[in-house]
């Protein structure tokens, strides 16, 4: 297997040069190793995904050596240390070993391990030291958090090293991960392993063979966990190809693995030609440490980097926030639309005093801001879903929504395109329902997650009760955390009604399928008719002729020509009538039209 390996390692360096060296410079820029995305759309002969090994290889990767990290700097790594002794015990953790020890997806070394030596030295060692981070320190009383930016490892190191005040909480936001964020994170605040771990991918499915596989914990277990993880889509607009092929390489150029599905199968009448849309796999990750007699609440937000390419569908959610009035001419502040960091940076310096009191008897209450953004991109990809599914209906119910056809047969093409549609919304679905559910479940512990249309009804039923009944001096005011339950339970219930609708489009599907079936089976019906009518009448000619062809003399046919005809109509006709059970009805539906135009030309002539 080891040898295949090789055979597939030197085929793939030698493709890669030989596309480099007869390449432009702009083509060795789009062919760069280092922006690529390591996914099966590279195709077999360029990507394979074990290429180091499958989860059940012992040793774990042949490649090890090459990326593996010298033992004096080891010496400086105590938390990847830690990690690789724990290994064993916990098999999964190898893989952010791996990653750590290649600075990115470990399913990326087999592009970038052909580079030149010092070009590959330099992008492992920017990938290990990218660093980019904001502490927040949120002081109870205070009306708002103090921040400060971090761009660099040394920095960080000073800042986590620094005594926090008792009544301080400290939130630490970071962009994308890299090796030295991971090191000094988790050894110096001391966070499980992982936390990192389940950040690193973005893997909706798993085979069989994958060492990237994050298998689920049991509910006891994940309830006593300091951390959760939370997975979404952002949906994200490009105007042309060339468009999206950009935001790709920005994409390959992360640490973390975010990849584009792109949404191309779903064009309709609408859309432009060259224009798509992608929606991109995001996560979210908090780490909280509560508050103690002898330390201060400490949090840690991981967020992914964004994309600058296209724009946010619909240009992005809606501002938490009234729209400044009319009168008021002072100066406002919006959020910067420059990226997800940027714009939740921007939000929680927004962060009003009830919400960071409420910080000291619900620690997650640091995160409400990704919550917010979090929750309003899952509002928007369910108005895209519906507008899909929408059109996904017209298609079907009026032909000439769907792509200008020249024939019966383009037109059964068509219409098997709109139920591919539809078949994809319906494989997508349940995987979002189960995404907004994980999400419920770790924000509301004590939620149940099944039937969530129905406990969307009571949910708002119980929050309208409690409105009611609050006063100034009632303690059943909610914190931040607990005003989210509603808003993601509309998500839940417009998710539950999505898929609803597409199990009902698809029954309408099908009935038009059996419809059209049925009338493409009465056009044959009718070709075949004809045919049928074709035969009758030549089918006794042939005999007649094949019986007086017995002569071998032509000559004497002269004479008995005649006969041929005699026989041959008499028969054909006999023949005609036979087959034809509706002869009559049609001899007397010609006769009574002959007896109309009769009678027409005897009152013309009366006239006259």
């Known amino acids: 297997m080891q040898l295949s390996w090789n055979k597939m390692r030197h085929s793939w360096n030698g493709t890669w040069a030989g596309r480099k060296q007869n390449s432009s ?25 074990y290429f180091n090994g499958d989860i059940y290889d012992q040793p774990v990767s042949c490649y090890e050596q090459e990326w593996e990290i010298e033992r004096k700097m080891m010496a400086n ?27 990115t997806s470990p399913t990326k070394w087999q592009l970038i391990r052909g580079l030149a030596p010092q070009r590959l030295s330099e992008i492992r060692n920017e990938r290990a030291s990218r660093t980019n981070a904001a502490a927040f320190d949120f002081v109870s009383g205070q009306p708002a958090p103090t921040e400060l930016r971090i761009t660099n490892p040394r920095d960080l190191a000073d800042y986590l090293d620094q005594p926090i005040a008792s009544d301080t909480t400290r939130f630490y936001v970071v962009e994308d991960l890299s090796r030295d964020v991971i090191e000094l994170l988790g050894s110096k605040l001391d966070i499980d392993p992982l936390f990192f771990r389940e950040h690193i991918n973005d893997y909706t499915w798993y085979n069989t063979r994958d060492p990237w596989v ?39 150029f992360f640490n973390v693995l975010r990849r584009l599905d792109v949404d191309s199968d779903h064009a309709s009448l609408f859309d432009e030609d060259e224009a798509t849309v992608a929606l991109v796999r995001s996560k ?19 967020v992914d980097p964004s994309i600058k390419e296209g724009f946010p569908l619909w240009r992005g959610y809606r501002p938490f926030m009234n729209s400044p009035s009319q009168p008021s001419r002072t100066p406002y502040e919006a959020p910067p639309r420059t990226s997800l960091f940027e714009d939740l940076l921007f939000w929680i310096r927004k962060t009003p005093q009830k919400d960071i009191d409420a910080i000291k008897d619900n620690p997650k209450a640091m995160g409400f801001r990704i919550l917010q953004i979090i929750c309003a991109e899952w509002l928007t990809l369910s108005r895209y879903c519906t507008a899909r ?70 949910e708002l039923r119980q929050d309208y009760i409690i409105e009611l009944r609050k006063d100034s001096t009632s303690e059943m005011r909610k914190d931040c955390i607990s005003e989210l339950r509603k808003d993601f339970a509309i998500v839940a219930g417009h998710i539950d009604d999505l898929l609803s609708r597409t199990e009902r489009i698809a029954a309408v599907a099908t009935a038009v399928t059996a419809i059209e079936e049925s009338r493409r089976a009465i056009e044959q019906n009718k070709a075949l008719g004809r045919l049928t009518y074709l035969a009758v009448i030549f089918a006794p000619l042939s005999f007649v002729s094949s019986f007086f062809s017995m002569s071998t003399n032509v000559a004497e046919l002269s004479q008995t020509i005649w006969v041929y005809f ?16 509706n002869w009559t009805n049609n001899l007397r539906s ?13 009152q013309l002539e009366r006239k006259f």
Not at 284 to 302: H, K, Y
Not at 413 to 431: E, I, Y
Not at 590 to 601: E, F, G, H, L, T
């Open 25 to 49: 410079n702009n083509d060795q820029d789009d062919l760069d190793p280092n922006e690529l995305i390591p996914d099966r759309k590279l195709g077999d002969e360029n990507y394979n995904d």
């Open 77 to 103: 790594m105590p938390y990847l240390l830690h990690i690789k002794s724990i290994s064993t015990a916990w098999p999964h953790l190898h893989y952010l070993v791996q990653w750590m020890e290649v600075t």
């Open 214 to 252: 994050e298998l689920p914990d049991l509910d006891t277990v994940s309830r006593t966990r300091p951390y959760f993880r939370l997975t979404y889509l952002q949906p994200r607009y490009f105007t042309s190809q060339e468009s999206f092929r950009k935001a790709k390489k920005q994409a390959g």
């Open 284 to 302: 979210a990750s908090l780490w909280i440490r509560p508050a103690s007699n002898d330390q201060p609440a400490i949090g840690v937000l991981l």
């Open 389 to 458: 599914l929408g059109q996904i209906e017209w298609e079907i119910e009026r032909p000439d929504f769907r792509i200008e056809k020249k024939s019966l047969q383009a037109e059964s093409m068509n219409f098997n395109t709109s139920l591919q549609k539809l078949h994809t919304w319906r494989r997508r679905l349940p995987l979002y329902r189960s995404m907004v559910a994980d999400t419920r479940t770790k924000l509301f512990p004590d939620l149940n997650p099944g039937a969530s249309r129905h406990e969307f009804i009571s």
């Open 566 to 581: 005699c026989v041959a109509i008499p028969i054909s006709c006999l023949v005609y009538l036979l087959v034809d059970k």
């Open 590 to 602: 010609a006769y009574d039209r002959s007896a109309v135009v009769k009678q027409k030309i005897e």
